[in-house]
T-cell receptor, first 113, second 116 residues
Framework: AQTVTQSQPEMSVQEAETVTLSCTYD???????LFWYKQPPSRQMILVIR??????QNATENRFSVNFQKAAKSFSLKISDSQLGDAAMYFC??????????FGKGITLSVRP | GAVVSQHPSWVICKSGTSVKIECRSL??????MFWYRQFPKQSLMLMAT?????????EQGVEKDKFLINHASLTLSTLTVTSAHPEDSSFYIC????????????FGSGTRLTVV
């Protein structure tokens, strides 16, 4: 079974600074998707970024980028120029052949003004 | 983009009664939908996979007789919590794979269930 590990329960970042959220996963599949989802206080799940495992190039979406290390099974999220609106819970997730999303425990990110 | 509408957003029911939560894909057909449960400050736990026209697939430990799932059409899946008890109080979220599986999943806005 696939597992997703987010070992940091909380992180804090100064506004306008950069922060990196860590995620590791375990799988025996070669083809899969990885995601970072944001859940603000409204609890609406918002897709931040996704990565196809077959793509070597790291995904980027504006201020959000990932460092995907397939061999190490690592998938970290970097948030640049942090904004107050980035404060939320962030979940790393995996989807493989069965299409089920497996989530990590999540990390609460706070942004200091 | 793909939109999933979930209703109601919150519901309070008395212990022993049943409550139904609806999940609709508004602008696409979803042959598969997923139902999650989330406790405060915890992760999403997959409860079951809802398949249009067939029985839902439940995750280990989820009582299929308590959490009835029906996926009668390509745009609607429902979760009925039967004989609800206070321990069933939680946040329930549905999701569907984006059309054409561009690699994404769209989530409903969730339902906060409180059983009193």
């Amino acid at each position: 079974a696939q597992t997703v590990t987010q070992s940091q329960p909380e992180m804090s970042v100064q506004e306008a600074e950069t922060v990196t959220l860590s995620c590791t996963y375990d799988t025996s599949e070669s083809d899969y998707y990885l995601f970072w989802y944001k859940q603000p206080p409204s609890r609406q799940m918002i897709l931040v970024i996704r990565q196809e495992a077959y793509k070597q190039q790291n995904a980027t979406e504006n201020r959000f980028s990932v460092n995907f290390q397939k061999a190490a099974k690592s998938f970290s999220l970097k948030i640049s120029d942090s904004q107050l609106g980035d404060a939320a819970m962030y979940f790393c997730a995996y989807a493989g052949a069965n299409s089920k999303l497996t989530f990590g425990k999540g990390i609460t990110l706070s942004v200091r003004p | 983009g793909a939109v999933v509408s979930q209703h109601p957003s919150w519901v309070i029911c008395k212990s022993g009664t049943s409550v139904k939560i609806e999940c609709r894909s508004l602008d696409f057909q979803a042959t598969t939908m997923f139902w999650y449960r989330q406790f405060p400050k915890q992760s999403l736990m997959l409860m079951a996979t809802s398949n249009e026209g067939s029985k839902a697939t439940y995750e280990q430990g989820v009582e299929k007789d308590k959490f009835l799932i029906n996926h009668a059409s390509l745009t609607l899946s429902t979760l009925t919590v039967t004989s609800a008890h206070p321990e069933d109080s939680s946040f329930y979220i549905c999701s569907a794979r984006d059309p054409g599986f561009s690699g994404g999943y769209t989530f409903g806005s969730g339902t906060r269930l409180t059983v009193v």
